[in-house]
């Protein structure tokens, strides 16, 4: 008889069916799908997207219901209280609680006042901040989030977790945040997941795009300011090229956007600027297919899982210096620039837009073939997998010497 599978409780802000959250929703999805025949997946979540005051239909809250490999929990904002979630907790009786967030009011910090009022039994607690480190990203709500870093060293909260970094870049941000209190913390590194083999490779229909157009570039992801849109656009004012950008992504910020849409007023005429909104996950690959280039020059990122699907649909990425993909350089699928030298990146556009048409094919069949090798590394399954393993077998090692 084959033994129990280790169980998992993550807690996560917003999940499957919801979208507008990209690449954390999908990161916990690629997890589930790759490891759940390994591990047990309970899922607690919001029952609704970020963004969104209308709860997803056809689910039933505060009920456990299979979600692909997953058991999913579904709570309302309103009824996510420190003893409900503590409940919840007991109730399950996980092998191990995975947190999603180090910033996330309730399911982090309310999280973890349980575990210290022991509300609940002793647990290892694996923490991904999810590129919340990343000094992009802390310079955004700057004072706000000083005061409560400052606040979680001095009152220990955070203290005896396992850090989960997606990248030794993330692992030097949570050493800098974190690297001076005692004990010191623990960080395992394991890249974020991509989809399996099946769901990322597609032949070479995406290599093959004839050139007779403008140079089509386009931009996926939340509009806000990590995501850096404003800059993008910054760039292409001085772009002397004909081309059409486009921009996908549901509006995380009103005002942001507001700044945005004065900027494409105030575009020369030779770039034609269209906003498509919002775009469901299965239809990302193709959306991102009708393009040539992908241009992210995102503030920050832990991963990046839309720029695993740009390269999946063939398209070399124009990215910021501040991601985990430095390797499509050498690989000539993608660009890492500073973002202090705007005008790089439009000489890197202005560079595409005199390809030939076999070149962007060659190029757009070199993406591909690398985001597929991407998807199946076996070392980075392992990892993962190791990750929770590893720790359920450390934290009852050490209470069996205690």
Same mark, same amino acid.
């Given at each position: 008889?084959?033994?129990?599978?280790?169980?998992?409780?993550?807690?996560?802000? $917003?999940?499957?069916?919801?979208?507008?959250?990209?690449?954390?929703?999908?990161?916990? *999805?690629?997890?589930?799908?790759?490891?759940?025949?390994?591990?047990?997946?309970?899922?607690?979540?919001? =029952?609704? +997207?970020?963004?969104?005051?209308?709860?997803?239909?056809?689910?039933?809250?505060?009920?456990?219901?299979?979600?692909?490999?997953?058991?999913?929990?579904? /709570?309302?904002?309103?009824?996510?209280?420190?003893?409900?979630?503590?409940?919840?907790?007991?109730?399950?009786?996980?092998?191990?609680?995975?947190?999603?967030?180090?910033?996330?009011?309730?399911?982090?910090?309310?999280?973890?006042?349980?575990?210290?009022?022991?509300? /609940?039994?002793?647990?290892?607690?694996?923490?991904?901040?999810?590129?919340?480190?990343?000094?992009?990203?802390?310079?955004?709500?700057?004072?706000?989030?000083?005061?409560?870093?400052?606040?979680?060293?001095?009152?220990?909260?955070?203290?005896?977790?396992?850090?989960? *970094?997606?990248?030794?870049?993330?692992?030097?941000?949570?050493?800098?945040?974190?690297?001076?209190? #005692?004990?010191?913390?623990?960080?395992?590194?394991?890249? &974020?997941?991509?989809?399996?083999?099946?769901?990322?490779?597609?032949?070479?229909?995406?290599?093959?795009?004839?050139?007779?157009?403008?140079?089509?570039?386009?931009?996926? #992801?939340?509009?806000?300011?990590?995501?850096?849109?404003?800059?993008?656009?910054?760039?292409?004012?001085? %772009? &002397?090229?004909?081309?059409?950008?486009?921009?996908?992504?549901?509006?995380?910020?009103?005002?942001?956007?507001?700044?945005?849409?004065?900027?494409?007023?105030?575009?020369?005429?030779?770039?034609?600027?269209?906003?498509?909104?919002?775009?469901?996950?299965?239809?990302?690959?193709?959306?991102?297919?009708?393009?040539? %280039?992908?241009?992210?020059?995102?503030?920050?990122?832990?991963?990046?899982?839309?720029? $695993? @699907?740009?390269?999946?649909?063939?398209?070399?990425?124009?990215?910021?210096?501040?991601?985990?993909?430095?390797? /499509?350089?050498?690989?000539?699928?993608?660009?890492?620039?500073?973002?202090?030298?705007?005008?790089?990146?439009?000489? /890197?556009?202005?560079?595409? +837009?005199?390809?030939?048409?076999?070149?962007? !094919?060659?190029?757009?069949?070199?993406? #591909?073939?690398?985001?597929? !090798?991407?998807?199946?590394?076996? =070392?980075?399954? @392992?990892? &993962?997998? &190791?990750?929770?393993?590893?720790?359920?077998?450390?934290?009852?090692?050490?209470?069996?010497?205690?």
């Amino acid at each position: 008889m084959r033994e129990p599978k280790p169980r998992i409780l993550a807690f996560v802000k $917003h999940y499957l069916p919801g979208y507008r959250m990209g690449g954390p929703t999908r990161t916990i *999805a690629n997890m589930v799908d790759r490891l759940g025949d390994d591990l047990d997946f309970c899922l607690v979540t919001s =029952d609704r +997207d970020m963004g969104t005051a209308t709860r997803y239909p056809g689910i039933t809250r505060e009920y456990w219901q299979p979600v692909g490999k997953a058991r999913v929990h579904y /709570v309302s904002p309103r009824l996510a209280s420190i003893r409900y979630l503590a409940t919840l907790i007991s109730r399950t009786s996980p092998d191990l609680i995975y947190l999603n967030s180090f910033f996330d009011p309730s399911f982090t910090q309310k999280v973890l006042i349980a575990r210290r009022l022991k509300l /609940v039994r002793d647990t290892p607690i694996v923490l991904a901040p999810r590129g919340e480190f990343s000094p992009g990203a802390l310079r955004l709500k700057a004072s706000k989030k000083t005061l409560y870093i400052k606040l979680a060293k001095l009152l220990g909260p955070y203290s005896g977790l396992t850090w989960h *970094a997606s990248s030794e870049r993330e692992e030097t941000d949570i050493r800098r945040m974190f690297g001076h209190v #005692s004990p010191p913390p623990a960080i395992v590194i394991a890249r &974020n997941l991509a989809p399996g083999q099946e769901s990322t490779h597609h032949g070479d229909d995406t290599s093959l795009t004839p050139r007779g157009h403008a140079l089509r570039v386009c931009f996926l #992801s939340r509009i806000s300011p990590m995501k850096n849109l404003d800059f993008a656009l910054r760039v292409l004012k001085t %772009v &002397n090229s004909p081309l059409t950008f486009t921009i996908y992504g549901p509006k995380e910020d009103e005002a942001y956007w507001r700044t945005c849409e004065a900027m494409v007023a105030d575009l020369p005429e030779n770039i034609q600027v269209d906003y498509r909104g919002a775009v469901l996950p299965e239809q990302v690959r193709g959306v991102l297919r009708a393009h040539d %280039v992908f241009f992210l020059p995102t503030r920050g990122e832990n991963y990046g899982h839309v720029i $695993h @699907e740009a390269l999946a649909a063939g398209l070399p990425v124009l990215l910021s210096d501040q991601t985990p993909w430095g390797d /499509v350089v050498d690989a000539g699928v993608g660009w890492t620039l500073p973002l202090n030298d705007p005008a790089a990146f439009a000489r /890197v556009i202005e560079d595409v +837009d005199g390809w030939d048409s076999d070149r962007l !094919a060659m190029t757009k069949k070199m993406a #591909s073939d690398f985001a597929l !090798a991407r998807a199946v590394a076996p =070392d980075t399954l @392992e990892a &993962n997998l &190791n990750l929770f393993l590893d720790t359920i077998r450390s934290h009852a090692s050490t209470n069996v010497s205690r």
